[in-house]
């Protein structure tokens, strides 16, 4: 099994994105997630180091600048969506990567907190 650590910088970045408002609450993450050819196209418009923002994990052993070396997408490449990162704290948990998971919780939390939902 892949192992991960916790990548700071898209950490950052998604925070960043919460407090500017750059998300959505409502969403059907199996629908809007990027796909391989929405992948391809963000790449062919910005930089590896902005993909890579977009990863809450970095898999250990993997060469920079390939998608195997990018896990647990926080958001749809625009905006940060809560779903994804729904998503991001089930798999980083299922899978026992708990430094993502507490990551990706903390930003829900952080997500919630910041969109007025948090009770």
């Known amino acids: ?7 700071d910088a898209a950490v950052a970045h998604v925070r960043d994105l919460i407090d500017k408002k750059q998300y959505v609450l409502e969403s059907d993450w199996g629908d809007v997630q990027p796909d391989a050819e929405a992948q391809n196209a ?6 590896w180091d902005e993909y890579a923002s977009w990863h809450l994990g970095l898999t250990t052993g993997a060469n ?5 070396r990018y896990a647990f997408v926080a958001g749809d ?5 809560r779903s994804a990162l729904i998503a991001c704290v089930y798999r ?12 990706a919780h903390d930003l829900l939390q952080h997500l919630d907190a910041t969109s007025g939902h948090a009770t």
């Not at 980083?92 to 990551?103: N, T, Y």
Request: aromatic share 8%.
């Open 1 to 7: 099994m892949a192992e991960y650590e916790v990548n």
């Open 42 to 47: 963000y790449l062919g418009r910005h930089s």
């Open 64 to 68: 920079d600048e390939t998608k195997a």
């Open 77 to 81: 490449l625009r905006r940060v969506h």
């Open 92 to 103: 980083a948990s299922e899978w026992r990567h708990k430094k993502v998971e507490l990551a």
